[in-house]
């Protein structure tokens, strides 16, 4: 069975895509908000699919960008990290360097965008969430290193 994704609406309503033979319909999915949802769709083709409704506000791209932090919260303590997601609001990186982070740390993260324009973004964020078995730190850009003043990774997210 194939599966598929489709991000929520501000209006509380998603535009599904059948995988098999690509029927589009507009769908109110206010009742599903809150939990984690997959559904299971049969199109009018007679195909039936899994649907998993992204409820995020702000696109995640996945990634997999090597880079460096500081943790100004932590001594200025630095490492090398690979950012695995970016949006527009945020980002989320690994690093063997786990232990060196808690919730609300300030960081500086540093890292190549791998685009025809190789740029390196330099961004200020605050530490979110730290899944340590995952070695997964969950950041927030802060305000003094707002995406939209940064040309750069707005295409990058774009493309």
């Given amino acids: 069975m194939k ?4 991000f ?3 209006d509380h309503t998603a535009i599904i895509s059948c ?10 999915v206010e009742k599903f908000k809150g939990n984690k949802c997959c559904l299971k769709i049969k199109c009018s083709c ?6 998993n409704l992204e409820f995020r506000k702000k696109v995640r791209k996945k990634a ?3 880079g460096k932090f500081t943790n100004h919260s932590q001594k200025n303590c630095r490492g090398d990290i690979v950012v695995k997601n970016l949006s527009l609001g945020g980002l989320e990186f690994v690093t063997m360097e786990i232990d060196n982070f808690k919730t609300g740390d300030e ?5 190549k965008l791998d685009n025809a324009g190789n740029a390196t973004i330099k961004k200020e964020v605050t530490v979110c969430s730290v899944r340590k078995q995952a070695h997964s730190v969950g950041c ?10 940064d040309k750069d990774l707005g295409f990058y997210l774009m493309a």
């Fill in 3 to 6: 599966s598929t994704k489709a």
């Fill in 46 to 51: 007679k195909e039936v699919y899994t649907l």
């Fill in 107 to 111: 960081v500086t993260v540093s890292f």
């Fill in 8 to 10: 929520v609406r501000p």
């Fill in 140 to 149: 927030e850009f802060t305000k003094s290193s707002d995406i939209a003043l």
């Fill in 64 to 66: 997999n960008l090597p």
């Fill in 19 to 28: 995988p098999y033979c690509n029927c589009r319909k507009e769908i109110p």
